[in-house]
Structures are given as structure tokens and as C-alpha cells.
């Protein structure tokens, strides 16, 4: 039976490729410093799991509402409320199987064919297959590492038509940490203030994962005015280490998630009891796991960017939040490996790293971002820093070339 066009629109996803070839490398017995992982190398905490188990003896394993149990949605009230000062009724509030379901879903709620989403580059990958999965167009907007890797007020413009439904914030960013400050924020809506057929999506999955001065502000809290346009997502995965417990929510227009828990009703019913039970205590109990592990990363952070900034051939920005760099090759590309083989792109050269050192990347023409490579660094300081070594090795190995690239 052939497979549907929406299924044949989707690309592999670049980073469940790369660990895929990171597991079998490592059957085959090799020591891998796998730098790809896009989530926390920290256990759930104790509290947490402890709030699961209860709910289990407790027999809360049946049916919830689509929208999730109240008291994970007046936890999710508590928590915008208190960081962001915004304020939700249960009408605007969804809980889904992950931030990813949820976004996936906002888009099935609200794409025709032909309708268009901006989607600021370097992206994370699934932005544009989620857009073409559910028929509409990904208007890319490419954003230089000079600008902070940032959409700005002068590059919006030429990316909105009448056809343009959504345009995707991500903030603090995959694959580049970069973070849009207030200022930033308010720029951006004085343009989408103009264009009120354009909602905003506002992907806030790092936004606890922050090392700049000041908590960072969500565009809905920036620019009331947008608020009704402003679907914010977020959810527990990234900043409580639970990725497999698959929660996430998302808050905004009484009519978009109506939409979304009709959708969501028929497709899986509500998320999981237990992993509710777990989320409520995660984001309203004891954080000072989240202290404590965002003072790690940002240990980390500083390490690794500083051995990269050692590297001729390599260099990087600092991030703002998340564990994530977006480190720039292009000086690397066009030269030679030593066994001849010519470095033509970035998905050459993170073969190569593989291949020569067993370090594993991301490549960044995944991202939108050619020219770069992403890595983690949701890992020990001591994979972090023998992994830098191996990088830098590798580009020691590198020779100009004297085939045309």
C-alpha cells in the first residue's frame, strides 16, 4: 500500500539518524563521545518520581481530561504566572504528549494547503516537516550568526504574505542557545501588529535553562497587545530531565485549543495520568534541581566554548540558554582529510569527525545553517573536554586542497 503524500513530504529526522549511527558504531565496539543528545544527562528528581509513584498506588491511572487533570493545569496557571505574569483560564489551556504534540497539533488546527509558516533559520529540525506534514509551506528566513542568529525587525517583512498563518519563536533556541532579550520582542511585534493574520508560536521549551542576567521574557508578556495572537508551548522535558515522560502544554487563543483538545480527543485521548501527577509536582514543588543543574551547564558551557575558541579552524557564539552550541566550520571546509578525501560541506565534515576521532555531531545543514555543526553539551565536563581535544586533533589532520571545491 503506498504511503500517504504527507508521510512522503517528511524528511528522516537528521538527529534520530545520527544517533542511530552512534548505537550501531558503538555495537560494533567503538567508544563513541556522542555529542548529538538533545536532552539532560541528570536523572528525573526524587520528588518527582515520587509523585508518580503515589499516583499510581493511588489508582490515578485511568482516563483524564483531554486537557489534562486540574492540578497540573492550575500548575501550569501557577507557573506563567509567576515567571511571566500572564494570566490563563482552563479555556486556554492544552497538555499534550510532549511540546512536540503540541505544536504538531496547533498546526493541524490551523493549515490549509498552501498556507505559510516563517520559520526563523538555524530552525529546529522538525519545524518545517511539521509544516509540510500538515500541507502548508515553510517560508525559511535565514538569520546570520551576525545578528545574534535572531530574526529581526528589517527580515520579517519580505517573509509575510496574506497567506502567512504562523510565524515560529524559539527562544531560548535549538540548535544556537541564542535568546530574544524584551526589547528584541517588542521590536518584532510592532511589525506583527501590522499583519493581524499572522499568530505567533512560541516554542519555550529552555526557557528555565538561562544564563543571562534576568529571567527571559515570553512575547506575550512583552507586547499585550499580541497576547491573543501568542500560542505559547512549553513543557517538562527539557528543565525537570523528562524526556520520557512525555508532557508538554500549550497556552493561548480559547479557539485554537478548543481546536487542538477536539484533534487531540481522537487521536489519543488525554496524555498520560501518571506522567501528569509527575509534571504537576515537577513544576510546583522544591526547584532548586534546576538551579543546580542550569550552574552546571553553564560550567560547561563555559568550558567548551572556550576549548573551541582554541580551535583555528573552528569558533562559536556563546549561548544565552539551553545546552546547545552552533559551532562555525566554514574555515575547515574545502580542505583535505588525510586520506585525501575533500571536506565539501558540513555533513562532510561531521562524517569526518565521526570516522577519524569518534566524536558524533550534528551537521548544521540540518538546521538551516550550513557551515556549522551543532553539538550538546548535556554531557560530562570530561567527554566535553576529550571531545574538544579529538576536534581539534581532527582539524590539525586537515590540508588545503588542490582539487577545485
Request: glycine share 8%.
Amino acid at each position: 500500500m503506498p504511503t500517504a503524500a504527507r508521510v512522503r513530504r517528511i524528511k528522516p529526522s537528521p538527529s534520530t539518524a545520527a544517533a542511530q549511527r552512534v548505537r550501531e558504531l558503538k555495537a560494533q565496539g567503538h567508544t563513541i563521545l556522542d555529542l548529538t543528545v538533545g536532552e539532560p544527562d541528570f536523572d528525573t528528581p526524587d520528588h518527582v518520581k515520587a509523585a508518580a509513584i503515589r499516583a499510581i498506588e493511588a489508582g490515578e491511572t485511568k482516563y483524564t481530561p483531554v486537557n489534562g487533570t486540574s492540578e497540573l493545569r492550575a500548575a501550569i496557571r501557577g507557573k506563567l504566572l509567576d515567571r511571566h505574569g500572564l494570566k490563563y483560564d482552563d479555556s486556554r489551556i492544552t497538555v499534550g504528549g510532549g511540546a512536540k504534540q503540541v505544536i504538531f497539533l496547533a498546526l493541524m488546527a490551523t493549515l490549509d494547503e498552501g498556507d505559510e509558516v516563517v520559520v526563523p533559520a538555524p530552525y529546529w529540525v522538525s519545524y518545517p516537516d511539521m509544516v509540510r506534514a500538515n500541507d502548508g509551506t515553510p517560508v525559511i528566513v535565514d538569520c546570520p550568526e551576525s545578528d545574534g542568529f535572531k530574526l529581526t525587525p528589517a527580515g520579517l517583512p519580505a517573509a509575510l504574505t496574506d497567506r502567512t498563518r504562523w510565524l515560529i519563536l524559539n527562544t531560548p533556541g535549538n540548535p544556537t542557545g541564542a535568546a530574544y532579550t524584551t526589547g528584541e520582542l517588542r521590536a518584532l511585534a510592532e511589525v506583527l501588529l501590522d499583519h493581524p493574520q499572522v499568530r505567533v508560536l512560541t516554542d519555550e521549551i529552555y526557557d528555565e535553562i538561562w544564563y543571562d542576567e534576568g529571567a527571559g521574557l515570553s512575547l506575550a508578556a512583552a507586547e499585550p497587545r499580541l497576547a491573543d495572537r501568542v500560542f505559547l508551548t512549553n513543557g517538562v522535558s527539557k528543565t525537570y530531565a523528562m524526556t520520557g515522560w512525555r508532557i508538554g502544554y500549550g497556552v493561548g487563543p480559547a479557539d485554537l485549543v478548543t481546536a487542538i483538545n477536539t484533534l487531540q480527543s481522537q487521536i489519543s485521548s488525554c496524555p498520560s495520568s501518571v506522567s501528569q501527577a509527575a509534571a504537576a509536582a515537577a513544576l510546583t514543588g522544591p526547584q532548586d534541581f534546576v538551579r543546580e543543574t542550569v550552574e552546571v551547564y553553564r560550567a560547561r558551557r563555559d568550558t567548551t566554548v572556550k576549548l573551541i575558541g582554541e580551535i583555528p579552524q573552528l569558533s562559536c557564539t556563546s549561548p544565552s540558554g539551553g545546552f546547545y552550541l552552533l559551532v562555525n566550520c566554514r574555515a575547515a571546509l574545502g580542505r583535505s582529510t588525510p586520506s585525501g578525501e575533500l571536506l565539501r560541506d558540513d555533513e562532510d565534515f561531521a562524517r569526518y569527525l565521526l570516522d577519524r576521532e569518534q566524536v558524533a555531531v550534528i551537521h548544521g545543514s540540518a538546521y538551516g545553517a550550513p557551515g556549522y555543526f551543532r553539538i550538546s553539551f548535556a554531557t560530562s565536563a570530561d567527554v566535553l573536554t576529550e571531545a574538544c581535544a579529538r576536534l581539534a586533533a581532527a582539524c590539525a589532520e586537515l590540508t588545503p586542497s588542490e582539487r577545485p571545491s
